[in-house]
């Protein structure tokens, strides 16, 4: 007889996390406390402020 095995999906990594906060500077500190230093880049645009926040191990938050 057949029988019915299950397996699990496979999941793709996480490349990148963007996040929309109402108070970016503080959210990026907040990270840095909870993980560490972190390189952050900054860009704005009109109505729009973004930072970019990468670590040695490869994590970033923010897109590129």
Request: glycine fraction near 8%; charged fraction near 20%.
């Amino acid at each position: 007889p057949l029988r019915k095995v299950w397996v699990a999906p496979v999941m793709p990594a996480v490349h990148h996390v963007t996040l929309s906060v109402s108070d970016a500077a503080a959210s990026a500190d907040w990270y840095e406390a909870l993980l560490g230093s972190a390189t952050r880049t900054h860009r704005e645009g009109p109505g729009w402020r973004r930072i970019r926040m990468s670590w040695p191990s490869g994590l970033v938050i923010g897109k590129p």
